[in-house]
Every structure is written in C-alpha cells, then in structure tokens.
C-alpha cells in the first residue's frame, strides 16, 4: 500500500502569516498551523516529494524523513521550490543526485534560483539533481507509475500529478476538459482551494467543491488553504467525503 503525508497544506505566505491576529493566525487548534504545501509519497520501493519549498528543511526534520528517491516538482513559485538548496544534506548522504522532475519553465527557473549547483563551475557542495523534463507522457520512478496532468495557475501552467488512484493539484485555477478527462477514475484527490471568496490565480471553495462533484472521487482533501479557513468550522461545512487536510496528516492510496 502506497502513502501520502501531508507535510505541508498552508499558502505561499502559511498560517499563521507574520504579523496577522485574525481569529485562524492566532487559533490553538494545531490543524490551524500550516506550513507551505508539499507532500511526501512513499511506496514499497521509493520515497517520493512533490515541491521543496521554503519549508522544506523543518518539513524534513519534523516527519524524520530520511530518504529521497525524487522530486517532482509543480511549478516554480518560491513557496515551491525555496527549499531546493537543502537537498545536499540528501545528496550526502545518499551519495547520489536526486532525480528532480518539472517542466521546461520550471526548471529553466530552477537553473536561475540556483546557478551554483549547474555548469562546468559547480561551487563544491552545492546541490546536486538530474534534471528530467516533464511533457505530457507518464514516466516511472521505481514502483510509481505518475502522469503529468496540465492545470493553469493563472496563466502559468502547473503540473498536477496523478498516480493510480490518487490525484494530487495545487495552486490549479482554470482545469481545460482535455485534463479533467485525464483525471476521471481518481478515487483520492487532493486539490487547492484558498478561500472561500473567489480568487484571480487559485480555486476557491466552491470551485474545488465544483470538480470534487464533477470527478466524484471516494475522498477528496483541500490543501493551500489560507488563513481565512478555520479548520474546525471549514470541516463542518464540508461535504462528507471531503476533508481539509492538515500537516502532518497521512492517507493511503
């Protein structure tokens, strides 16, 4: 049976943000205390993240994850990709570089981010990936079997993955046909939904509630919540195979 950790579910700026007393940023309910979104999968054979953002090194001490076998990353804003330097403690130890997987604009601005772990001047202990273009084909890491799935983030397209039965989307605005086809079977989808008020660049509420209904899958999880999103009462309004998820939560799939 393969796992999803939740080890990230707030947005860009998580809950609580600097500075904010709002009733959700100075809530005691630890579901109300999110780092940026990232998850981590773990199969019989590979351990698997999905983005490295600025959260990444506390992500890691916190589920006491040992082992990265690849990263497959959804786009490049910061809040999903800050934490890449970090990987050179996994490079270290593995003795190996991780397989990092994006499309050609995301890892265009990976080589920008981070210009000292590419080039025939690598600076010595700098990160180290091999870098795999993600198109519109499914690929394999290991025992996972994961198909790129386009979604728009505005006007930037972001990679949603899916993996047998499990969809995972974030940061997804506009979904065209030709992907919410891609998509249909899922039994487990995660997907972004930042507020209940409707947003230029995210899913609202209802708009994910709107492709949950569409899609019928047997769970659905919200993720990239934001601090307008009290877990305690976001849950109790939400239908009853829909979740907010929470760090630290863990689903099998």
């Not at 660049?201 to 659905?220: G, M, N, Y």
Request: with cysteine.
């Amino acid at each position: 049976m393969n796992r999803l950790v939740f080890l990230g579910t707030g947005t860009s700026q998580g809950v609580p943000i600097v500075g904010c007393r709002c009733a959700v940023c100075t809530s005691g309910d630890p579901k109300d205390r999110r780092l940026r979104t990232s998850a981590f999968i773990v199969t019989p054979k590979v351990n698997v993240l999905i983005d490295a953002g600025p959260d990444f090194r506390y992500q890691m001490l916190r589920s006491d994850i040992r082992r990265i076998d690849a990263i497959l990353l959804t786009h490049a804003h910061r809040d999903h990709i800050a934490g890449l330097d970090e990987v050179r403690s996994f490079n270290y130890y593995q003795q190996s570089a991780i397989p990092l997987y994006g499309n050609a604009r995301t890892l265009e601005a990976v080589h920008a981010f981070l210009p000292y772990a590419f080039g025939h001047h690598r600076y010595p202990g700098a990160p180290r990936f091999d870098m795999h273009r993600v198109q519109e084909r499914s690929f394999r890491i290991g025992d996972l079997r994961v198909r790129p799935i386009e979604v728009l983030h505005h006007e930037m397209k972001v990679n949603a993955y899916r993996m047998g039965d499990l969809t995972y989307i974030t940061d997804a605005k506009v979904i065209e046909r030709a992907s919410v086809e891609k998509m249909r079977g899922t039994k487990i989808l995660v997907v972004n939904a930042l507020r209940k008020e409707p947003h230029p660049t995210h899913f609202c509420v209802s708009e994910a509630l709107q492709l949950i209904d569409e899609l019928k899958p047997e769970r659905a999880y919200l993720v990239h919540t934001g601090h307008a999103l009290g877990y305690a009462q976001t849950q109790s309004e939400l239908p009853d195979n829909v979740w907010m998820a929470y760090d630290g939560l863990t689903i099998e799939f």
